[in-house]
């Protein structure tokens, strides 16, 4: 079976630093809607208060949320914005480590509280993304 691919181009490039006690989902959600960007790739780097991020049960067909307390630094972060329900929404996983070493991460939900981020928002141009139900996985797809 193979998959579904779509050309793009790359467009305006957006880099910026979130402010402390922002919400890292809703910040950038926020920066596509004020400058009407539908489809992106996006990466971070930095550091949050909060941890949060879910697990998909892939058999129950469902979003486990977890959260980790504590300051943990932001060790891998991609993902991508397309759209949803007519708005730009973002797809994202990320990995948070601790003071430990230790290792946690998933798909990216509101509540992770930054300390520091530094984001780089890349365009795509020329490709509609829109996310709509998949009977198969249970998610929303494009």
């Known amino acids: 079976m193979a998959g579904r691919f779509w050309e793009a181009a790359p467009g305006r490039i957006w880099v910026g630093r979130l402010e402390t006690g922002d919400d890292l989902v809703e910040e950038i959600e926020r920066v596509c809607v004020e400058h009407d960007v539908r489809a992106a790739w996006v990466c971070a780097i930095g550091a949050v208060k909060h941890a949060a991020f879910a697990y998909y049960e892939q058999?129950?067909?469902?979003?486990?949320?977890?959260?980790?307390?504590?300051?943990?630094?932001?060790?891998?972060?991609?993902?991508?914005?397309?759209?949803?329900?007519?708005?730009?929404?973002?797809?994202?996983?990320?990995?948070?480590?601790?003071?430990?070493?230790?290792?946690?991460?998933?798909?990216?939900?509101?509540?992770?509280?930054?300390?520091?981020?530094?984001?780089?928002?890349?365009?795509?141009?020329?490709?509609?993304?829109?996310?709509?139900?998949?009977?198969?996985?249970?998610?929303?797809?494009?």
Do not use: K, Q
Not at 93 to 110: E, K, Q
Not at 134 to 142: I, K, P, Y
């Open 59 to 142: 058999n129950d067909r469902r979003y486990l949320e977890l959260e980790s307390t504590g300051h943990h630094e932001i060790t891998g972060f991609v993902g991508n914005v397309s759209m949803r329900d007519d708005l730009p929404f973002l797809h994202a996983h990320a990995t948070f480590g601790d003071r430990s070493g230790a290792a946690v991460g998933g798909h990216l939900v509101r509540g992770c509280e930054v300390f520091v981020a530094e984001i780089t928002i890349r365009e795509m141009t020329g490709v509609e993304l829109i996310r709509t139900p998949d009977e198969v996985t249970g998610l929303a797809l494009w």
